[in-house]
Antibody, heavy 121, light 110 residues
Framework: QVQLQESGPGLVKPSQTLSLTCTVSGGSISSGGYYWSWIRQHPGKGLEWIGYIYYSGTTYYNPSLKSRVTISVDTSKNQFSLKLGSVTAADTAVYYC?????????????WGQGTTVTVSS | QTVVTQEPSFSVSPGGTVTLTCGLSSGSVSTSYYPSWYQQTPGQAPRTLIYSTNTRSSGVPDRFSGSILGNKAALTITGAQADDECDYYCVLYIGSGVWVFGGGTKLTVL
């Protein structure tokens, strides 16, 4: 059974870079067949798709965040990561990683538990 | 900028049927948008109910169904139960690898 676990600092200072990692257990990213996504949820608000990556390194980003976002994959560690630069208080959110089967459009079949990131000095 | 619209709130009686919708601020939703639906209870990660318009995700009861109704995507819940009371989100694929979530619907069962 595949499980995802987000990790990273819970507090980031304004203007700095938010860095999170999602560790995949019970399955291999490099086996292909899935996109690996980052999604966030502002406090008391709805969901926002940040972007996703294939094991080959192909990425897709939310146009509204594209200039600040980098998603990368490390198949040797079975992890994928999110970097969001120049953060402000508006980036305070719960950040989720999730898995999307390649040909099941929209099916995020496995989710991490989410990690709360607060942007504050 | 693409805006995906959902009813902010909805209520249904226990045992009743409710249809939540997912639309576009401009234009019609079709199967080409692969509308998908997620359920989120407080403090939990969302889970997929329906993807690609009408495919139930693994383990989702058949009380939940997806469709296109008119110019919107729809999620229908039949035989509403108390634990269906939570938030429901739709997402649409707008092309070039980009997905956009709706603002979510808070469903009350009373």
């Amino acid at each position: 059974q595949v499980q995802l676990q987000e990790s990273g600092p819970g507090l980031v200072k304004p203007s700095q870079t938010l860095s999170l990692t999602c560790t995949v257990s019970g399955g291999s990213i490099s086996s292909g067949g899935y996109y690996w996504s980052w999604i966030r949820q502002h406090p008391g608000k709805g969901l926002e798709w940040i972007g996703y990556i294939y094991y080959s390194g192909t990425t897709y980003y939310n146009p509204s965040l594209k200039s600040r976002v980098t998603i990368s994959v490390d198949t040797s560690k079975n992890q994928f990561s999110l970097k969001l630069g120049s953060v402000t208080a508006a980036d305070t959110a719960v950040y989720y990683c999730a898995r999307n089967p390649l040909h099941d459009y929209g099916d995020l079949d496995v989710w991490g538990q989410g990690t709360t990131v607060t942007v504050s000095s | 900028q693409t805006v995906v619209t959902q009813e902010p709130s909805f209520s249904v009686s226990p045992g009743g049927t409710v249809t939540l919708t997912c639309g576009l601020s401009s234009g019609s939703v079709s199967t080409s948008y692969y509308p998908s639906w997620y359920q989120q209870t407080p403090g939990q990660a969302p889970r997929t109910l329906i993807y690609s318009t009408n495919t139930r995700s693994s383990g989702v009861p058949d009380r939940f169904s997806g469709s296109i109704l008119g110019n919107k995507a729809a999620l229908t819940i039949t035989g509403a139960q108390a634990d269906d009371e939570c938030d429901y989100y739709c997402v649409l694929y707008i092309g070039s690898g980009v997905w956009v979530f709706g603002g979510g619907t808070k469903l009350t069962v009373l």
